[in-house]
C-alpha cells in the first residue's frame, strides 16, 4: 500500500455524505482507501458498499442486523462488527488517517471524542458534534493537536477563505442559507404544509433530517453554534444570509472591510473532496459555475420571526452551556415527530422552544453532563409531541 494512501474511516457510509465520500474516494483510488465504513441500520446498503470497496471493516450500530451483514461479507477480507461500542473503539486503529464523521445528530459525539483523543484528524461533517460539546471538543484537538477539518459547504467555504490569513483579523463571517424550500412563505401557509412539502429541498440532495432542518432554518442555526467553535468567533462576528442560489456558500469579512467568498455550484462531493485531500486540492470533473449561467446573485435578510428556529440558535449561543445541547436534541425529536406525521411543521419550534424553558440549564457541564441533558431532553420532547394535537393538513 502507498505511503500517500489515505486510510479513511467513514461514519455513516450509508448516508448523504458517506455515499459522495465513497464516490470520490472511487474516483482517486490511489490516494484514499475506505478503511472503516459504518452505518446504523441500514445494511443493505453497506454490504453493497464493503463489496465493493473492500473495507478492513464494517460496522452495523443496529445489533439485530448483525447477523445479515456478517453472512453476506462471509469469505471476504471484511471484518464484521456491531455496535456504537464497536465504532468508538475502531476510530483508534493506528491505520486511520482520516476520521470522517458523518453520523446522523448526537450519535456522532463519542465516536469524535475517541477520534481526537486518538490523535486522528477529524473531517467532521456532523455538527452536531460542536454544537452539543462545542468546548469540550475544540479544548480536547487542542490539547491532542488535531486538526477538525470541516465538512459542511458552509464551513469549507470559510475554512477556505481563511487559508493564509492566520494572521489577519476576522471582523465577521457570513454564513449563507438557500431558504429552504419555504423561502417567503408565511406562518399560515407553513402549518398546513406536510414531510412531503419540506423534503423538496430546491438546491442541495441530502438525507431527510438536515433537509427538514434547511426547512426550519434550524440548520443555519446549528452551524451558527458550530462556527462559532470551529472558528473562535462570538455570535456578534456571526451573520445569516438568504441566498437562494446557493452560489455563494459563505464569506469573511477582515478588519479592513474586504471581504473573500467561496463560490460554486452546490455539490457535496467538493467540500468532502477538499477536507479528504487537504492541503492539496485536486483535480476533478465536477460541473464548473459559469456567471453567465447567472447573471444574478440575490441575497435577503432571514425571515426570524416566521422561521423561529434561527433565533432559538442565537439565543442558545449566547447563554451557552448545555443551552446548545437542549435545542439539539429537542430538535431531533421534533424532526421525527414530524417526519412520522405526528405534528405539524410549526409545532417544530414550540417544541422546541419548550424545552429551552423547562429543561435544567447549567452553565459549565461536563461530558456526563451532556448525555444526561440529551437523555432528559429527548424525554421531555417525546412526551410532549405526545399531548399536542394530530395535525389535519390541508391540500396546498
Not at 26 to 55: H, M, R
Request: glycine share 6%; net charge negative; charged share 20%.
Amino acid at each position: 500500500m502507498s505511503k500517500s494512501l489515505k486510510n479513511i474511516a467513514i461514519l455513516g457510509s450509508t448516508g448523504s455524505i458517506g455515499t459522495q465520500a465513497l464516490e470520490v474516494i472511487g474516483e482517486n483510488p490511489s490516494l484514499f482507501n475506505a478503511y472503516v465504513l459504518t452505518a446504523n441500520s441500514n445494511a443493505y446498503l453497506l454490504i453493497q458498499q464493503s463489496l465493493k470497496f473492500k473495507p478492513a471493516y464494517a460496522i452495523i450500530c443496529d445489533d439485530s442486523k448483525y447477523a445479515e451483514v456478517k453472512g453476506a461479507l462471509a469469505g471476504t477480507t471484511t471484518k464484521v462488527l456491531s455496535g456504537i461500542k464497536a465504532i468508538i473503539d475502531i476510530v483508534t486503529d493506528a491505520q486511520i488517517d482520516i476520521v470522517l464523521t458523518a453520523m446522523v445528530g448526537f450519535a456522532g459525539l463519542e465516536p469524535t471524542i475517541s477520534a481526537i483523543k486518538a490523535g486522528k484528524t477529524i473531517a467532521l461533517a456532523n455538527k452536531e458534534t460542536l454544537v452539543v460539546a462545542g468546548e469540550l471538543i475544540t479544548d480536547l484537538a487542542k490539547q491532542h493537536d488535531v486538526k477538525i477539518l470541516p465538512v459542511d459547504s458552509e464551513h469549507s467555504a470559510i475554512y477556505q477563505c481563511l487559508v493564509g490569513e492566520e494572521n489577519n483579523t476576522i471582523e465577521k463571517i457570513i454564513l449563507t442559507a438557500s431558504g429552504g424550500p419555504f423561502r417567503g412563505k408565511n406562518a399560515d401557509f407553513l402549518a398546513n404544509v406536510t414531510r412531503e412539502h419540506a423534503l423538496r429541498h430546491p438546491n442541495w440532495v441530502m438525507g431527510a433530517k438536515i433537509t427538514i432542518d434547511s426547512a426550519t432554518l434550524m440548520n443555519k442555526g446549528l452551524e451558527v453554534i458550530e462556527a462559532k467553535w470551529l472558528f473562535d468567533l462570538s455570535a456578534n462576528q456571526i451573520d445569516v444570509i438568504v441566498h437562494p442560489q446557493s452560489i455563494v456558500h459563505s464569506l469573511v469579512q477582515f478588519e479592513d472591510g474586504s471581504i473573500k467568498a467561496q463560490m460554486g455550484l452546490p455539490d457535496m462531493k467538493l467540500p468532502i473532496q477538499y477536507a479528504l485531500a487537504y492541503p492539496g486540492r485536486l483535480k476533478n470533473n465536477f460541473k464548473r459555475f459559469n456567471f453567465v449561467d447567472y447573471p444574478q446573485l440575490t441575497f435577503e435578510k432571514p425571515d426570524l420571526m416566521t422561521f423561529r428556529n434561527l433565533g432559538f440558535a442565537f439565543e442558545a449561543l449566547n447563554k451557552g452551556g448545555n443551552m446548545p445541547c437542549i435545542i439539539n436534541a429537542a430538535n431531533e425529536i421534533a424532526v421525527a415527530g414530524f417526519l412520522a406525521d405526528n405534528i405539524g411543521f410549526l409545532a417544530m419550534s414550540e417544541v422546541i422552544e419548550n424545552c429551552m424553558q423547562r429543561i435544567n440549564f447549567q452553565s459549565q457541564p461536563t461530558l456526563d453532563d451532556y448525555l444526561n441533558t440529551d437523555k432528559e431532553t429527548r424525554i421531555f420532547a417525546q412526551n410532549l409531541i405526545k399531548l399536542m394535537p394530530q395535525k389535519a393538513y390541508n391540500v396546498i
